[in-house]
């Protein structure tokens, strides 16, 4: 009976933070109902007329980051007026990305909509959530559309592989994906990269193991649950953007992409979709914003510390 209460404590002790995540989660969702229900708000979901019931989640989820994380959040002048594409490095799991979403909402009441893994549409009891802070599945037209309204959106390229199976040593998971570069080019818009410090000590997942890797291959569907929640310190770095550049011509970028060419194989095939200079310093940005900021391997003893680093701050 002493180990068996031992046993489950401990389960409990490394999973409570993630699932009390998941409860507050959950709370918003139902908060957002009552909203809705007592106010008989039937407007679009994007709309002003949510803002207020915006501002109270915001200010909740901005409070837990505080408490919890002592949570900062710098480079915000580096947002630009109009739209843009936020490309950032995805956690275990994306708590940060929510208080980068709260904190910037109170600062600046702006709303960015978030492309989001297909999986998070299937959780139950989770649409109204998503519908108003603007969380959707990011086809090319819809984030054409929301950039051409002007929007900010941030996707992140290495989305639930990156959260599943990268560590400590931050390592970023895109695979081939250049997407979010020929939509920042057919919208004409700039690149902003987005990193927060620590993730990966506050929330981590299990050692990768090839049963898991080929369930999530095969599926596209996260089977292990990440566990911690120790409360180190996190602090979002927003990067310099990356801006459009109309005047490329094809010579100037065959030349740039010859410099790089041991970084691509396939080096004609990539000049020829016209996207791989912009997706390579994406790429190049957010992972020196990981080298100046993050220590690597990350340390959780050190992240802890940190909360009390005042010559940091």
């Not at 139950?124 to 990011?138: D, H, R």
């Not at 990193?195 to 596209?220: A, C, D, H, P």
Request: aromatic share 14%; net charge positive.
């Amino acid at each position: 009976i002493v180990i068996a209460s031992l046993t489950m404590s401990a389960i409990l002790f490394v999973f409570i933070v993630p699932l009390t995540i998941l409860f507050f989660i959950y709370l918003s969702n139902i908060l957002l109902l009552i909203y809705q229900r007592n106010s008989e708000v039937k407007a679009d979901p994007l709309s002003e007329v949510w803002d207020s019931a915006r501002k109270t989640i915001a200010s909740f989820w901005d409070i837990y980051a505080r408490i919890w994380h002592g949570y900062e959040l710098h480079g915000v002048e580096n947002l630009p007026e109009g739209p843009g594409i936020l490309v950032y490095y995805h956690g275990a799991i994306p708590i940060d990305y929510l208080y980068f979403l709260s904190r910037l909402f109170l600062w600046k009441k702006r709303l960015c909509l978030s492309v989001a893994d297909h999986f998070v549409f299937r959780l139950p009891g989770l649409k109204l959530l998503l519908e108003v802070t603007g969380v959707m599945p990011g086809t090319r037209e819809e984030c054409l559309i929301a950039l051409k309204n002007g929007h900010l959106v941030s996707i992140s390229p290495g989305g639930v592989r990156e959260a599943l199976f990268s560590d400590e040593s931050y390592q970023l998971l895109w695979g081939n994906r250049k997407g979010f570069a020929q939509v920042a080019l057919d919208a004409k818009v700039p690149i902003i990269p987005m990193y927060t410090q620590n993730v990966r000590e506050g929330y981590r997942m299990f050692k990768e193991r090839r049963i898991f890797r080929q369930l999530y291959e095969s599926t596209r569907l996260p089977f292990t649950p990440p566990y911690g929640g120790l409360p180190v310190k996190f602090r979002t770095y927003i990067g310099e953007p990356i801006p459009y550049d109309p005047n490329i011509t094809t010579e100037e970028l065959v030349e740039k992409v010859i410099v790089i060419a041991d970084y691509c194989s396939s080096l004609h095939k990539q000049v020829r979709k016209g996207n791989f200079l912009f997706s390579f310093q994406t790429k190049t940005a957010v992972q020196a914003l990981i080298s100046k900021h993050q220590t690597i391997p990350g340390s959780i003893w050190k992240a802890l510390l940190e909360r009390f680093d005042k010559r940091h701050k």
